[in-house]
């Protein structure tokens, strides 16, 4: 199977109440981890790859190499699409031209009539190659490749703009934040979710930031419309506790427990547990 747009499997969970992870990609272990575990939980998935991991995996056209030698090698059989994480207007372009199936341009950055000018243009280029489209309004709070926001709430009416140009699915500010959450955070907002999905008449919706989030909270978002939620932080968090236990342990001493086949394998498996409880969580396992 080969590597598939995003705009199928997000409609399928937007119908089923369910929603699609997009868990992010760091190198060759965070990938097959990834992919194994779409396999393990039967599920579609997306790839994530934001513009800083691009660079340090040498390049959009060697990510896409990678990730699809990856998914023959091991035999991939559920839907796969490898989608640009918080792009930027030209970092989309070459994302789309590396052949990603699938790309975000978040322009929450700039004023809305820019941002609604960028999207039409990414949109119609993107579509006319087959590819899924996601944008933004209202940034998501936290950092993200330079991109600072303080998690301001989409505005329902310049979302319904933004769905009317034909975009796939819609990223939209509802209080969610990159990174760990701090002890004070207030939570989803979900009458300003409700509202966005009520303007965009029912237009799938993305929640980033997914690392962290109480599950009760994630289950009413997906209820409201979120069908494709984006994980990376908490794959973060587990590979570097799995990988700090077998050293802290001594393994790394052990024999040739130094081998970085070794070293990493902890951690891997981590990620590939935590992904298929995420899965199951968001209730995309068993709907490929």
């Not at 009416?157 to 034909?166: F, H, R, V």
């Not at 990159?178 to 939570?187: I, L, S, V």
């Not at 993305?206 to 984006?230: C, F, M, R, T, Y």
Request: aromatic share 6%; with cysteine; hydrophobic share 45%.
């Amino acid at each position: 199977m080969v590597l598939v747009s995003a705009t199928e499997m997000i409609k399928k969970a937007h119908e089923g109440h369910y929603a699609v992870g997009a868990f992010n990609i760091n190198n060759l272990e965070w990938t097959k981890a990834v992919l194994a575990a779409a396999e393990e939980a039967k599920s579609p998935v997306m790839l994530g790859v934001s513009e800083g991991a691009g660079k340090y995996m040498a390049g959009y056209k060697t990510v896409v190499a990678m990730v699809k030698e990856v998914h023959d090698f091991m035999g991939i059989t559920v839907p796969v699409a490898i989608h640009l994480d918080h792009g930027s207007y030209e970092g989309a372009k070459e994302a789309i031209a590396a052949g990603f199936t699938s790309v975000m341009f978040d322009g929450s950055h700039y004023g809305f009539e820019e941002n609604l000018e960028k999207s039409k243009e990414i949109i119609e280029l993107a579509h006319s190659k087959g590819i899924s489209v996601e944008c933004e309004v209202g940034s998501i709070g936290g950092e993200e490749d330079g991109v600072v926001g303080m998690g301001e709430f989409a505005d329902p009416q310049e979302c319904a703009t933004i769905a009317n140009l034909g975009v796939d699915f819609l990223a939209a500010g509802i209080g969610n934040i990159h990174g760990k959450y701090p002890a004070n955070w207030a939570g989803l907002n979900f009458d300003v979710l409700g509202k966005i999905q009520d303007a965009t008449n029912g237009k799938p919706l993305v929640l980033h930031g997914g690392s962290g989030i109480p599950a009760d909270q994630v289950a009413k978002a997906i209820s409201l419309g979120v069908s494709k939620i984006n994980v990376n932080t908490e794959l973060q968090l587990v590979f570097a506790d799995a990988t700090r236990e077998y050293i802290v342990a001594g393994k790394d001493q052990e024999g040739k427990g130094y081998d970085p086949r070794k070293l990493l394998a902890p951690g891997a498996k981590a990620i590939q547990s935590k992904v298929v409880a995420m899965m199951n969580q968001f209730g995309s396992a068993n709907k490929a």
